[in-house]
Every structure is written in C-alpha cells, then in structure tokens.
C-alpha cells in the first residue's frame, strides 16, 4: 500500500521543478490550497497544469528569484508560508513537501521549514533506466512519504553555505547547519575511529590518529558556531 494514503493535510508547500508533482501533490494528498514555490523555467509549465487542477485544490505560487541561491528560497518559503497563514491555516496544518526545484532550493526550503516547526514530505517516483536515461515507471505507483533528515536528504552541507546563510543574517538556518557540522566535527559521528586505534610496530598509537583530533576540536567553524548560539548556562563559569 501506498504511503501516501495515510498522509492527511490541510495545505501544502510544495518545491515544484516540473508540472507532474504538483498534480501528484494534489491528488495523492488532496489538499485544501497548494503553495508552488516554482523558478521562472517552469513557471508556465506549472500554471498550466494548476488552472487543469483548479477545480480540486486552490493554487497559490511564488517564484524563486534565483534557483540556485539558499537565502532566496528560505526567503520564499517564508513569504508561501505567511500567505497560507493569511487565509487561516495554522502551521501544524502546513507540510512542506520538498521534493522538486534544485538542491539550493531544497536545502533552503528545508532550513525554514525547521525552523517554523513545518513536517515534510517527499515523492517517491519509480523509475526504470531505458535507453540511457531514466524514465518514469508507469507500472508501480509514486508514493508521498515522510522525509527523514532534511539536512542529508536535500544535498551535501558544506561550512560556506552556512557561512553565507549567516552573512545574508537568515541566522535561524545558520543555526540549523552549524549545528549539523559541528556534531560531526566533534567527532560524535566518528567515535568509532577512536576506539582502537591502529599502533605501528612496539605498541604506539599512529600519529597520524593523534593528530586528527585537533584539528576536529579547534575547527574555527567550532569557534564560529559557538558564537552564534549562546552556550547554556550550566557550563558557563564565573569570570574571577
């Protein structure tokens, strides 16, 4: 059975970088209004399926000023959001589901998603390979199921999207990167390296394993993140 029939929205966010998922979006989850978050490439393309579907589902759209800027769709998500808002939907009432646009878009859209408490969702289109390039698989059914990390799910993170994420002052998504990065940093996902280290020949630790940790523990994006979220009081220490 498909996921997507235990899924019940009111309205939806939805990243659309091709008319086909808005008209999955509308009737796998039949919402009550559909928030398009398009760039300008697909734009007519999708309006035109919406006016096919204005009879099922009222269609708002706001365009991403550049697909392949972080900030603008965080931006854009907030503006889709605020209109939702506006003719009465509440945000627990909201899903976003980010499976169109690029990965900026995506990532974008995520980070704000997050940070107004909004779940997301995502399509699962099967497709077959023929002939070189991949092909939408008629015989099996898409499916809109719930996303797990969007931080992993929309693309890699790297330290210069947050960076540029806190210069622009979207400090919320910042936060949220910073925070990914940083668990890894810490080494938190990488304990298992530690735990017997390799030792060259009389029983001495490789000092190549020795010399991995400091640079982990003394990352400036450590330095960085630490100074856009204040530490919790219970281990900060009295100044003498």
Known sequence: MSESKTISVKAILLLASRPESVEIAVREMRPGVLAVIVSQ??????????????????????????????????HKFELALSDLETIGYGREEVLLDATGGTTPMRLGAALAAMTRGIEMVHQRVPQVYVEGRWERDESREVEVAPMGNPLEATGPLREGQAIELFNRRDYGAAALVFRDIASKVSGAERGHYYRSPSREKGGAPRSSVHQSRRPLRESPLRELYSQLLPRPRSFCRATP
């Open 41 to 74: 490439e697909v734009l007519e393309a999708v309006v035109l399926k919406g006016r096919e579907l204005k009879g099922e589902a009222r269609l708002l759209y706001r365009m991403v000023d550049d697909p392949m800027e972080i900030s603008d769709a965080f």
